[in-house]
């Protein structure tokens, strides 16, 4: 199996895109309407691979041969960002590998594999590279984001959304995804030039199925999470700009928050300025 050799070439395969973002770097994604983005980061050592995209059960083998072709024999770990379907529906392409699973993720019927439960702060060594944990709750309670200071890689999974973040249905969502947010940036905020590996790479883009009214951010950087934080200090203070949010049939509660020229959106199943 031929892989990109430098970095912004691109390789197709049936159902995945395998695009090489620097050395050592690559995201994968599904080739379907809506993508799910995976990451693979090769250290000296092991492999990291991030998120699993959706489940495609007849094209498990040739994303077990993707993994296996970028490895290049190393030892493959598997790191979660959330307990969503968009992200551990290819599991099953890695069987007897060891799963990195956000704690407050976990599920009481959560199918037993060789998981290790991560919390904020843990490291994942690689050899040369060493990624932490860093929790940010609201699109889910345990969302994590993976950092990596030496080469100022921030992978986010859908913690802070890919130009726009949909939160969920937790209690006090908001008091929460303040709270992550300002330590992912405490983490981050020395980075000169860091790359957002965020979860679905295709809403940064101009492109059929995203709203053409939410923010294009592509690339992103780190105005994006400054906004962020600025957005929901509006939406406490009731002074974001809102539209409706059609989706689930209850637009008169799910509503989008933004500010004029944000960088940042928020979509909400709950009203959150009320």
Known sequence: MKIPNKPGEIKD?????????????????????????????????????????NTHAEYEEELTQIAETLADGKEIMVAIT???????????????KTILFPLKDKEDNLETRDYQFIEDGDIIDLGD??????EVPGHTAGSMV????????????DAIGSSYVWLFFMDQVLEHYKKGIHHL?????????????????????????????????APMT????????????????????????NTLGKPEEHCVYSFTGSKAEIDSFVSLMK
Not at 18 to 42: A, G, Q, T, W
Not at 82 to 90: K, L
């Open 13 to 53: 395969y049936s159902m995945y895109r395998v695009e090489k973002l620097k050395d050592h770097i690559f995201h994968i994604e599904d080739r379907i309407d809506n993508p799910s983005s995976m990451y693979c980061i090769i250290g000296s050592e092991k492999v990291l691979w991030v998120d699993t995209a």
């Open 82 to 96: 959330h307990n969503h379907y968009d992200h551990v529906g290819g599991l099953n392409a890695f069987k007897n």
């Open 146 to 157: 993976y950092i990596d200071a030496k080469e100022e890689l921030v992978i986010t999974g």
């Open 222 to 245: 780190m105005q994006y999470l400054l906004d962020m934080i600025k957005l929901v200090d509006m939406i406490e203070a009731k002074t974001a700009l809102t539209r409706p949010f």
């Open 185 to 217: 940036y405490n983490e981050i905020k020395h980075y000169q030039n860091p790359l957002f590996m965020c979860g679905h790479r295709w809403q940064q883009y101009q492109s059929i199925g995203r709203d053409p009214l939410s923010p294009v951010n």
């Open 129 to 134: 590279k060493q990624l932490k944990a860093v």
